[in-house]
């Protein structure tokens, strides 16, 4: 079993930034892909950015290329989001998410374990 918690969340204006971490527990973090995904009110979960176990890989969504940045640090078992110039379409609740593998991952049904989500709201 993973347990992660998400921290970070906020209210912030368009244009600002925000960092979310995710901390993991349980079994050894540093075999596990990590992801983040969102999920807006009355809309599906969506993904966001994806890190591979050693943090040499990364994917992110189209839709926040160039603005966010995920990384790892193995030692303190804590996945972070650099989330910049953030918009009003990126509010949202933000999901961590981990699985037992090498790769990278973009969809939800590939992580066995979720974070509680903590909310990110952007105003205009």
């Known amino acids: 079993q993973v347990q992660l918690v998400e921290s970070g969340g906020g209210l912030v204006q368009a244009g600002g930034s925000l960092r979310l971490s995710c901390a993991a527990s349980g079994r050894t973090f540093s075999v596990y892909a990590m992801g983040w995904f969102r999920q807006a009110p009355e809309k599906e979960r969506q993904f966001v950015a994806t890190i591979d176990w050693s943090g040499s890989s990364e994917y992110y969504a189209d839709s926040v290329k160039g603005r966010f940045t995920i990384s790892r640090d193995n030692v303190v078992n804590t996945v972070h989001l650099q989330m910049n110039n953030l918009k009003p379409e990126d509010t949202a609740v933000y999901y961590c998410?981990?699985?037992?593998?090498?790769?990278?991952?973009?969809?939800?049904?590939?992580?066995?374990?979720w974070g509680q989500g903590t909310q990110v709201t952007v105003s205009s």
């Open positions: 998410a981990a699985r037992n593998g090498v790769d990278t991952y973009i969809e939800s049904d590939d992580y066995d374990y």
